[in-house]
């Protein structure tokens, strides 16, 4: 199967702070990379599709400026949390894609973000 | 209306036993994807089984089946020989051809039902 690894596992960080997400592809070429993120018992919501070498595409209602998305190659996406606040703590999940076409998504083992 | 529909929050099943985990959904497109997904309580989606919208046969992938009903528009996934270690939370996912003028696959998610498998 395809894996996809996430790093890191669980940040804490300070009101005010940023914080990166590095979402890699290690066995396959993703071109194309998702961001989701999760609530406590609720379900996964989409924040934005990248694809390798162009700019994210962005949820209704998510903060562009917020949340930077980079897809600089093939295997490596990051999301940046900017001046993150405790209601962005969350659980982000990447996944990636072979291609933009209907092909399955492998997902990470996810991020905990804690912002006290 | 919601694109996917999971009705049953929480479930619960005795080890050994067959379960049916229901999934619902809707779409006008003839050509779309289901997807069930399993998280466990560590928060990997761990993918299990897909169907196409115009696969004849069900799908299935060892232990689990998924139970294509498409008139009816359901997709309900089926895992026979429950064991402990399949208790976690799993998500039935639909993936749809995107509009006009975009170009990537985004699969929308349902609510997820929480199995529990008992000893």
């Known amino acids: 199967g395809a894996v996809v690894s996430q790093h890191p596992s669980r940040v804490i960080c300070k009101s005010g702070t940023s914080v990166k997400i590095e979402c890699r592809s290690l066995d396959f070429q993703a071109t194309t990379m998702f961001w989701y993120r999760q609530f406590p018992k609720q379900s996964l919501m989409l924040m934005a599709t990248s694809n390798e070498g162009s700019k994210a595409t962005y949820e209704q209602g998510v903060e562009k400026d917020k949340f930077l998305i980079n897809h600089a190659s093939l295997t490596l996406s990051t999301l940046t949390v900017t001046s993150a606040h405790p209601e962005d703590s969350s659980f982000y999940i990447c996944s990636g894609a072979r291609d933009r076409g209907p092909d399955t998504q492998y997902f990470g083992p996810g991020t905990r973000l804690t912002v006290l | 209306a919601q694109k996917i529909t999971q009705t049953q929050p929480g479930m619960f099943v005795q080890e050994k036993e067959a379960v049916t985990l229901d999934c619902t959904y809707d779409t006008s497109d003839p050509s779309y994807g289901l997807f069930w997904y399993k998280q466990p309580s560590s928060g990997e989606m761990i993918f299990l089984i897909y169907q196409g919208s115009y696969d004849q046969q069900n799908a299935t992938e060892g232990r689990y089946s998924l139970n294509f009903q498409k008139a009816r528009k359901s997709a309900n996934l089926v895992i026979s020989a429950s064991q402990l270690g399949d208790s976690a939370m799993y998500f039935c996912?639909?993936?749809?051809?995107?509009?006009?003028?975009?170009?990537?696959?985004?699969?929308?998610f349902g609510k997820g039902t929480l199995l529990t498998v008992n000893p």
């Open positions: 996912a639909m993936r749809e051809v995107p509009p006009s003028g975009g170009s990537n696959y985004k699969l929308t």
